[in-house]
């Protein structure tokens, strides 16, 4: 079993684009912030969110399921309660990592995600981890 922190560091590392369930289109939002941080600092972002068309510069997807592309790592700014379902429609994606961002746990999207055999992190903060491992994303 792999400590939370080498999680982190295989995620940061193994992953280039994010696809982010929750995407803000406003930037007073972590749900726009952390998305914009990582874009600058060498991640692709995929934006899902039903409401915008346009987040980060990025077209928006309605829901995962919209996403055209082979979905590995989805990051989500959902509340807790709304983890487990975005948990599932993370595993239809085909996704191979869920990670909830700071103040969003739940043991369900949890079960989900790791019965699916997907890496799985809750309750940290993409900019922070990034900052703190100083990782960058996979180049292709």
């Not at 309605?62 to 700014?77: K, S, W």
Request: hydrophobic share 45%; net charge negative; proline share 6%.
């Amino acid at each position: 079993m792999s400590t939370t922190d080498e999680v982190v560091e295989q995620i940061l590392s193994r992953y280039d684009t994010i696809t982010v369930v929750g995407a803000s289109a406003n930037p007073a939002k972590a749900a726009n912030d952390v998305p914009a941080y990582m874009q600058q600092h060498g991640w692709r972002i995929i934006p899902v969110n039903p409401h915008a068309d346009e987040i980060v510069g990025e077209k928006v997807y309605r829901t995962l399921a919209d996403v055209p592309e082979q979905v590995g790592l989805v990051d989500v700014f959902r509340p807790s309660q709304d983890a487990p379902e975005v948990a599932r429609q993370a595993v239809a994606a085909g996704a191979t990592a869920l990670w909830l961002q700071l103040g969003i746990a739940s043991a369900e999207a949890r079960a989900i995600a790791e019965d699916a055999g997907l890496l799985y992190v809750e309750d940290r903060c993409l900019i922070i981890e990034q900052r703190r491992t100083g990782l960058v994303p996979a180049t292709s």
